[in-house]
């Protein structure tokens, strides 16, 4: 079973940034998945879909936070990217990665992966 392990989070002022960075315990694991994702939750709420990139580099983001965050993927690496910017007291959660469902060359906002344990995003006002 492919572990997925991710870092970055931490506490920041309302306005600033993080870098988010997911592992895959397979070293070939970026590479063979065609759709990955970022999602984040809060408690008591469902996992929410927040970036998606495919092998051909195509990204999707919800609107919440498009235009604010990057996703970014380096096969070579084995390691998924979400570059967060001008960060806003609704991005706190905890932020995971995970494979998601694909339906034909289209990333869906379903997760078909094992959570990992994701990292803390703290943002205050």
């Known amino acids: 079973q492919v572990q997925l392990k991710e870092s970055g989070g931490g506490s920041v002022q309302a306005g600033g940034s993080l870098r988010l960075s997911c592992v895959a315990s397979?070293?070939?694991?970026?590479?063979?998945?065609?759709?990955m994702g970022w999602f984040r939750q809060t408690p008591g709420k469902e996992h929410e879909g927040v970036a998606l990139i495919d092998n051909d580099e195509y990204v999707t983001y919800s609107d919440s936070v498009k235009g604010r965050f990057t996703i970014s993927k380096d096969n070579a690496k084995n390691t998924l990217y979400l570059q967060m910017n001008s960060l806003k007291s609704e991005d706190t959660a905890m932020y995971y990665c995970?494979?998601?469902?694909?339906?034909?060359?289209?990333?869906?906002?379903?997760?078909?992966?094992?959570w990992g344990q994701g990292t803390q995003v703290t943002v205050s006002s």
């Open positions: 995970n494979k998601v469902v694909a339906i034909g060359r289209s990333c869906t906002w379903q997760a078909s992966g094992h």
């Open positions: 397979d070293d070939q694991y970026m590479y063979n998945q065609y759709c």
